[in-house]
């Protein structure tokens, strides 16, 4: 028996190895890595730079979760759950609410995409990178783009989107809610429906701000609203958050053409996650363990509820605004009532490299602060209070961090 077992294994041996001869057709020229061999090793670090943000105890711990389908019905139960929870969030009752399987860029991209068709006009509030970024999606679209612009630190009256909406006569404006550039805070109040009032459809990014002040989606009349997973929410990049009106998606539903892309096709996204009364297709293999983690920071913050997490915002802001002013620092934007309490920017400290400052306080510290990004490089450092982050403590840390650098590093040297 033994025997006939061995000179079964051989056999088999024999035509596995025949097996791998038929299917490598040509050498490996690439050996494994060495470098992968090695187990994985990550610095800790406290992140206080504009994102990403330090994930929760609760949201790694639903990363950590073994996957399941993504086209099982446990599966759809928790996409509905992420739906209520950004409804939530986003204080709306659009049915047409889901998450985009990729970081706010990707959901800004998906708005443009489907409500821009080749001519549309196309009003962009540009006071910082995020501004920049519509505007260059929106003339590759081939829409007819007419940019506000405003310098770092400045941010867009009524009277200005008035004027500019009866001059365009656009059918979507873009504003951006929390500009992290420049740690700016748009107010928005009365712009959806003066927006309205001209035809035109309101777009916003709160992908910076979201969490940490106030937004009302429905009662703000904001047509089309967005965010990211890893800023307050405090969970990975990667997922984001989007909404839209009943204007917005017969926008979308009426359009002449196609969307440029499939897989930022709205209608195709609305079936997916059960927003329309229709059974389920399969559009996209979404990104499981992802969402686990997106569903999981949505009811962390609703258990915490919003107005306490703008408060905890507001009053960590404040704190690092005074402690800032106590190390002789500028706030960069002047006007306290529009200071995004999310990201705070200070003006880069005269006589300094702002790179050496940076380089400095993570060398040292082991804490991420930023330059400014787009147009505020090298007028601003960046520091973020989001989510789980924002608390007295952690003020106290970078503030130690920054006056060390101060006196340590260089002077004069540009």
């Not at 310098?151 to 200005?160: A, I, M, N, S, V």
Request: proline share 6%.
């Amino acid at each position: 028996m033994l025997r006939a077992l061995t000179a079964a294994s051989a056999a088999l041996g024999h035509k596995a190895a025949g097996w791998v001869r038929t299917m490598a057709s040509h050498p490996l020229l690439v050996a494994p890595p060495e470098a992968l061999s090695k187990p994985l090793s990550l610095p800790s670090r406290l992140l206080l730079g504009p994102g990403p943000s330090n994930l929760t105890p609760r949201v790694m711990a639903a990363g950590g979760r073994q996957t399941i389908g993504h086209m099982h019905e446990e599966m759809f139960q928790i996409m509905d759950e992420i739906k209520q929870g950004i409804q939530y969030v986003f204080q709306t009752r659009n049915p047409l609410t889901l998450a985009i399987s990729g970081s706010g860029h990707c959901a800004l991209e998906a708005a443009l995409f489907n409500l821009l068709e080749p001519g549309d006009s196309f009003l962009v509030g540009v006071n910082g990178v995020w501004g920049q970024r519509a505007q260059d999606i929106g003339e590759r679209i081939g829409a007819r783009v007419h940019p506000m612009i405003k310098d770092p630190g400045g941010h867009f009256t009524l009277q200005e989107v008035e004027e500019a909406l009866a001059q365009h006569k656009p059918v979507l404006l873009f504003l951006t809610q929390g500009e992290s550039s420049s740690g700016v805070l748009q107010p928005l109040d009365g712009y959806g429906e003066l927006c309205h009032r001209y035809q035109c459809l309101l777009l916003v990014d709160s992908v910076a701000s979201l969490g940490g002040v106030p937004i009302y989606m429905d009662q703000q009349g904001i047509d089309v609203l967005y965010s990211g997973s890893q800023k307050v929410l405090n969970a990975p990049a990667g997922t984001s958050l989007i909404s839209f009106s009943d204007k917005a998606k017969n926008k979308i539903y009426t359009r002449r053409t196609k969307p440029f892309s499939f897989y930022l096709d709205i209608k195709w996204l609305a079936n997916f996650w059960g927003c329309e009364d229709k059974p389920r297709i399969y559009h996209h293999t979404t990104p499981v363990i992802s969402l686990y983690s997106l569903r999981e920071s949505l009811a962390h913050l609703a258990e915490q509820g919003l107005e306490n997490s703008w408060q905890q915002h507001r009053e960590a802001s404040e704190y690092l605004h005074g402690r800032l002013q106590g190390l002789g620092l500028q706030l960069f934007v002047k006007d306290p009532a529009i200071r995004l309490p999310t990201v705070t920017t200070v003006a880069a400290p005269a006589g300094y490299d702002w790179r050496d400052l940076v380089n400095y306080v993570m060398d040292h510290f082991n804490i991420e602060i930023t330059g400014g990004l787009g147009p505020s490089v090298g007028k601003v450092l960046r520091i973020g209070l989001l989510g789980c982050n924002a608390s007295r403590e952690n003020v106290d840390r970078v503030i130690g961090a920054l006056q060390e650098a101060l006196q340590r590093c260089p002077r004069n040297k540009l």
